[in-house]
Nanobody, 123 residues
Framework: QVQVVESGGGLVQAGGSLRLSCEAS????????VSWHRQVPGKKREVVATMTATRATTYSDSVSGRFTISRDDAKNTLYLQMTKLKAEDTAVYYC?????????????????WGQGTQVTVSS
């Protein structure tokens, strides 16, 4: 069983950058696929970026070229580097993990979730 806790959210101006972190405990992330999702009130949770246990990555069209997902298995930590932020990136961002190496982006496939961290981009 793995627990994950996000940090690094905050208020940033449009065009700026933020790096989110997600620290895992209870189990090593090695062997888990991990992902970042976001949600705004009244809308479905959407995937932003996914990295499998074998380090294959995929991004949503809305963030491709601006966001980068990475992981440091030695630190048991997942990251999301966000650049060129836009007002529409404002959301609560969640990290998630699932056992296995298959590329799965839909939130329903993820068993372990953090509590979320708020990202607000002012225009």
């Amino acid at each position: 069983q793995v627990q994950v806790v996000e940090s690094g959210g905050g208020l940033v101006q449009a065009g700026g950058s933020l790096r989110l972190s997600c620290e895992a405990s209870g189990s090593l992330l090695l062997g888990y696929s991990v992902s970042w999702h976001r949600q705004v009130p009244g809308k479905k949770r959407e995937v932003v970026a996914t990295m499998t246990a074998t380090r294959a990555t995929t991004y949503s069209d809305s963030v491709s070229g601006r966001f980068t997902i990475s992981r440091d298995d030695a630190k048991n930590t997942l990251y999301l580097q966000m650049t060129k932020l836009k007002a529409e990136d404002t959301a609560v961002y969640y990290c998630a993990a699932r056992m296995g190496a298959t590329m799965m982006s839909d939130p329903v496939y993820y068993n372990y979730w953090g509590q979320g961290t708020q990202v607000t981009v002012s225009s």
